[in-house]
């Protein structure tokens, strides 16, 4: 008989999507989610899961909320599309940007709309690039990013991931683009050094780095407050206080990535408040809109936005924006999802569950499999590990992360692995009830795994 989301049940033969073994998927076919409720979400067969991924560190409302499906169907009725090019606007896109320029946690002067984290970050790179022209300094093009950091899958935002299957195949990462090591103290602190020896070392090696460059060539930093897609890598002590002082030292600007942190993910509204950060230019996107509908959108400060604010008639305008970029029912559905985040304080909520989802997944650091829990507020990873002494992986990299994740599906929670680390991000309406039911099934996923892993016990 047909298995519930296997190919009998959909004919999936002319479906192909990224991120999979292409051949095996159409013999096991996907999961087909076809509803949504809450934090819960339910396949073709009636099952229900906790979406403990909130989509795909998107949904901070939650999967059925009806004063957004409302708005957007205000906005389509009123005005279902109009674009932002040249001299033509329209008013939620207005709204929507005084609103996020009166949000951001450090002075920030203008939004620029985009539709996609991916195409945010090729435009944070382009205004950055036509900024060191208008300064006149067009040599200023380097910029800096992180190995395992994540910034999107275009040609130039997949050069900043660092990524390997982003880049292979592909001959990235293109020209002008670094990548620095990645703050990841559990993994790579040498021993018996501290986080913040850990962070000095790190801000050290970027000097480095810049010097060896040459100061003169580097633009930007880009980095998320916390990296999501590289393992949820929360940074140690003193780590963006250090790099920043670097930064501020040669002139380089800041870019936050906040497309997963954003929103109240860390408990603020920001990550870059949790962390100190003072971007430059803020990237904002998923929890946005809660990803109802695709926008995305830059935050540039007076320093980005000077420079380049008068220069159109020597060097050109800034040639640059997408057709649907700032799309009016998008916006519509940002300025109600924002209003719902702060009338329901869903960022004092994901401080407060997220504390006790976090001290739940720390109560799980002993059991055999854990290497490591880490996190803040409601965004979490373990990490998995078959030998806690030496942090060895069971056989191939990912083979653990991906048994663990297969039996918390099977216990009704959708998470994600990214190698052997699990990742929790839950939607922000989440409630204490519910995260003891998503890490109790987490903890019988484990004990289902670790026969296979020990079989001597
Ligand atoms: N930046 C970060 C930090 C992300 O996590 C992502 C997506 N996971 C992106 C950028 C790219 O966003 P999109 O998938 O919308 O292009």
Redesign the pocket.
């Known amino acids: 008989d047909a298995r519930p989301n296997s190919p009998e049940a959909r004919d999936i033969r002319y479906h192909l999507h990224g991120y999979t073994n292409a051949r095996k998927h159409q013999e096991t076919g996907p999961l087909v989610i076809e509803k949504g409720d809450g934090v819960y979400v339910e396949d073709i067969a009636g099952n229900r899961y906790i979406e403990a991924m909130a989509g ?2 998107s949904v901070a409302v939650g999967f059925s909320e009806k004063r957004l499906v409302d708005a957007a169907t205000r906005q389509m009725s009123k005005l279902p599309f109009y674009h932002d090019f040249g001299s033509k606007a329209h008013s939620p896109l207005i709204d929507l940007a005084e609103k996020l320029v009166q949000m951001a946690p450090v002075p920030m002067s203008k939004a620029y709309f985009t539709n ?3 195409e945010a ?1 090729d435009t944070a790179i382009k205004m950055i690039w036509y900024r060191s022209n208008a300064l006149g300094q067009p040599a200023r093009k380097k910029i800096i990013s992180r190995k395992r950091g ?4 275009t040609i130039a935002s997949a050069s900043l991931t660092g990524l390997p299957n982003n880049h292979l195949s592909f001959d990235l990462p293109i020209a002008n683009i670094l990548h620095t090591s990645t703050p990841h103290h559990w993994r790579d602190a040498q021993p018996g050094e501290s986080e913040e020896q850990f962070s000095a070392r790190l801000a050290d090696e970027l000097e480095k780095l810049i010097l060896a460059e040459g100061p003169e060539t580097i633009a930007a930093f880009i980095g ?1 407050p916390i990296m ?2 590289g393992g949820v890598v929360v940074p140690p002590a003193g780590y963006w206080e250090k790099i920043q002082a670097v930064l501020s030292k040669y002139g380089i600007l800041l870019v936050a ?1 906040e ?2 942190c954003g929103f109240g993910r860390t408990g603020e509204m920001f990550g870059s408040q949790t962390f100190g950060i003072k971007p430059d230019i803020m990237v904002l ?1 998923k929890q946005i809109s809660s990803s109802y509908l695709p926008i ?1 959108a830059l935050l540039i400060n007076d320093k980005v936005f000077e420079p380049i604010a008068d220069e159109s008639d020597r060097i050109g305008t800034f040639g640059h924006g997408f057709t649907g970029g700032g799309h009016p029912v998008a916006a519509a559905v940002a300025l109600e999802n924002i209003k719902l985040i702060e009338e329901r304080d869903l960022v004092g909520n994901a401080r407060k569950v997220g504390a006790h989802l976090q001290a739940r997944l720390r109560k799980l650091a002993s059991h055999p499999l854990v290497g490591e829990v880490r996190g803040v507020g409601l965004i979490a990873a373990v990490e998995l590990v078959a030998d806690k002494a030496t942090k060895a992986p069971w056989g191939k990299p990912a083979a653990l992360g991906a048994l663990v994740n297969g039996f918390l599906q099977q216990n009704g929670v959708i998470s994600r692995n990214m190698g052997d680390a699990i990742a929790f991000c839950p939607p922000m309406i989440i409630t204490e009830a519910q995260i003891d039911a998503l890490v109790d099934a987490f903890e019988r996923s484990l004990d289902a795994a670790l026969p296979q892993v020990h079989p001597q016990g």
């Open positions: 795909l560190w996609s984290g991916s970050n994540y910034h999107g899958v998320e999501g897609a990535d497309v997963i996107s995305s």
